[in-house]
């Protein structure tokens, strides 16, 4: 109640908050009990007037429902796929073809972040994940590849 009322007794302030909010980024995952749908998620993402979204995945319904509207979109090549992106441009190809080209351009995805917390982690089959993670960025980036297809 408290925020409403204030919102309502000091408009202007109500308008700079909404424009610094669309400047905030959130993350969105879904590991978690009693998570909202993703349709009520977005519904809220889009009320807060927020404008930037990383999800942890490439989740389809939330790409759908995210699509035609101004919110700028991370998604995440999931870990267990860096090793088989990092070693073969088809995989990656495929890779953007499935997950970043059925939603875009009407989702604004923006960012295509590879991997999640890769260097939190240290067992030997870590390690070797490290470095094939510039390998799997440079293969997985639809812009760089005319420049890094050196082998
Ligand atoms: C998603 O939410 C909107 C607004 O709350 C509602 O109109 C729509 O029916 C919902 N769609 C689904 C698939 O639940
Ligand atoms: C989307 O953002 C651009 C630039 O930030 C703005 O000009 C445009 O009006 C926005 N469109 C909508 C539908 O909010
Ligand atoms: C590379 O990936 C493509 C598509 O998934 C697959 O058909 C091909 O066998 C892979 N090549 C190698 C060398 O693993």
């Known amino acids: 109640m408290a925020p409403l009322a204030f919102f309502l ?4 302030l109500g308008l700079s908050v909404a424009e610094i909010s669309s400047k905030i980024g959130i993350n969105y995952g879904q590991l978690g009990n009693n998570l909202p749908s993703p349709n009520r998620s977005v519904e809220l993402i889009k009320s807060l007037n927020i404008g930037r979204v ?3 995945d490439a989740n389809p319904e939330i790409l759908r429902l995210l699509s035609g509207t101004n919110i700028s979109v991370s998604i995440m ?3 267990n796929e860096i090793t088989g992106i990092a070693s073969n441009q088809s995989k990656a190809d495929e890779w953007v073809k499935n997950n970043v080209l059925p939603y875009y351009p009407k989702t604004m995805i ?3 972040l590879v991997g999640n917390e890769i ?5 030997d089959q870590d390690r070797r994940l490290w470095h094939d ?7 997985s980036s639809p812009l760089s590849k005319p420049k890094t297809s050196q082998t």
Do not use: C, D, E, I
């Not at 260097?119 to 067992?123: A, E, I, K």
């Open 110 to 112: 923006r960012y295509l």
């Open 77 to 79: 090549v999931p870990n």
């Open 119 to 123: 260097l939190s982690y240290f067992s």
């Open 54 to 56: 990383k999800l942890y």
């Open 133 to 139: 993670l510039v390998p799997a960025m440079t293969k």
């Open 9 to 12: 007794l000091f408009p202007l």
